[in-house]
């Protein structure tokens, strides 16, 4: 244990401040003060002149430190307003022109051959495309007023149905006619594009077909041919608003009504050896639905705003194929509510 401290405790600090701690024996030695550290200066700012010193009190080891003082607070750099709202570039009617924003050097015009005329190509494609509406469906309600003639004067003039029913020859050769002029305007765009040749031969493939139509319809009863007519007429009227107002696109099912077709015609095939009436009917009802789908097709190829669409200068074969579709779901109709006399 060490020695007690020399002072009197009577005695005022005075008379003590000169005592100090001996060094007794087990006790570590006094520590020598810290010399005082050199003032600290921040890079940036101005020293403000000597730091004040801390006071030690007395007896404490070790020099004062000097104490930094905080640096003072400058007013923060804000940042540099953002710049307001660019302007919109306003189309000039008058001129035609679409001006720009620059950043650098402000506003300027684009040349006129530089812009497409994107407006004007817009309005016009849409224009191109109702005419072309227009005509395919005038076309179309000429060669079904035909049909309707011809099929009228077969079913109610007696005369008239006695022949065809006699002369099998004329059927079959309007047929043979009909596979000449559909398969020539199908598969040879001269045929169908040059004017007039192709109002003509268009002409003599709905005569023919219309002849074929008639026909058919003078081995069914009377009551069943109207009633068939205005069922197709229902069922036709029916699918073409669907295909118009449908967000599904049907343009991209060609290849798949194709292979049904194929289908079709394999099973018309043994329709035709087998002789059974219910057979029979069964391949009329899916002929019936085949041709509604295609209907659902190439309209929406004559409408357009699919994935494909027909050409607007195919006005003759787009009503080449909505006429087919029509007549082929008049006679299937037929073949499914029908009796033969």
């Known amino acids: ?52 010193v801390q006071p030690v009190s007395p007896g404490q080891p070790g020099a004062a430190f000097p104490v930094e ?16 709202p660019y302007a919109q570039p306003v189309y000039n009617a008058s001129s035609g022109d679409f001006p720009i924003q620059d950043g650098n050097r402000g506003r300027e015009e684009v040349p006129k051959d530089m812009v497409p005329n994107q407006f004007g190509a ?11 509406i227009r005509k395919v469906y005038l076309i179309l309600m000429v060669q079904l007023l035909i049909t309707f003639l011809i099929v009228s004067l077969f079913t109610f003039h007696t005369g008239t149905k006695m022949f065809v029913r006699r ?38 493939f709905t005569l023919a077909l219309s002849y074929v139509t008639g026909t058919i319809a003078s081995f069914y009863e009377t009551s069943i041919v109207i ?36 289908v079709m015609f394999i099973f018309g095939i043994i329709a035709i050896f087998t002789y059974s009436k219910i057979l029979y009917t069964i391949y009329s009802a899916g002929i019936a639905l085949l041709f509604s789908m295609y209907l659902v097709y190439d309209t929406q190829m004559v409408v357009g705003g699919r994935k494909h669409q027909i050409s607007p200068e195919e006005h003759i074969f787009g009503a080449l194929m909505l006429y087919l579709d029509i007549v082929y779901i008049f006679t299937s109709l037929l073949n499914v509510f029908g009796s033969n006399n």
């Open 167 to 204: 002369n099998a020859w004329v059927y079959y050769l309007s047929y043979v006619v009909f596979l000449v002029t559909y398969i020539s305007m199908v598969c040879c765009s001269g045929v169908r594009r040059k004017w007039p040749g192709n109002f003509i031969m268009l002409g003599i």
């Open 69 to 84: 003082p905080p640096p003072p607070y400058s007013a923060q750099q804000g940042f540099v307003g953002q710049p307001g």
């Open 227 to 262: 009633m068939t007519i205005g069922i197709t007429c229902a069922i036709c009227f029916l699918i073409t608003l669907f295909a118009t107002q449908t967000k599904y696109d049907f343009t991209g099912c060609g290849i798949y009504l194709f292979v049904a077709a194929m």
């Open 1 to 52: 244990m060490s020695a007690p401290y020399p002072v009197d405790p009577s005695k005022g600090p005075a008379a003590n401040a000169g005592w100090t701690m001996p060094n007794a024996p087990g006790s570590y030695p006094a520590q020598p003060g810290y010399g005082g550290q050199p003032g600290f200066t921040n890079p940036g700012y101005n020293p403000q002149g000597p730091y004040p």
């Open 122 to 132: 817009s309005f016009s494609d849409k224009a191109v495309r109702h005419a072309f």
